[in-house]
């Protein structure tokens, strides 16, 4: 799967995101104000943006990781700058539209660095374990290792043959 977010690598670079695991979100918190909503079942949350600022929505019943991700992914709306000023984020939709894909694998690469995910997966780790160290629901690392398909396959899921 590839992908085209090269704002959100960069994002990531500007904000030394990836110094610690799990990735610590504190300091990024002051880009957007988050509102923690009383929000229908099945919605993550949403992002809303003007010329005077932006703010972010969370569904409140939403667990510790699930928040994690959703305010990765609404963020990312902003950070891309998606058409339109309000977005409103389904938990079974993102893949149904370009850019409700875009935001979600934003979330992946700003919560999931390549290396610590590359070294728990060689050593064996199953995707809870992987999950749990990153603080990410289970469904996020499965998206992470799928856009990584092509650097992971050949070392973690392809070990050599060896020859008799
Ligand atoms: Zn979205």
Redesign the pocket.
Known sequence: MRHELSPIERFIVAHDLHRHVPVDLGPLRELAPVKFLRLSEGTLGGAFANEVGCVIGINRSLGRDERRMTFC??LA?LILEHPNSL?L?RIDG?WYSRY?RQ?QQAAALMLIPFEPLRRRLLAGYAVEAVAGAFRVPRSLVELRVAMAEDQLLPRVRMPQRTTV
């Open positions: 992914h609404e709306h977005w984020c993102w409700e935001a």
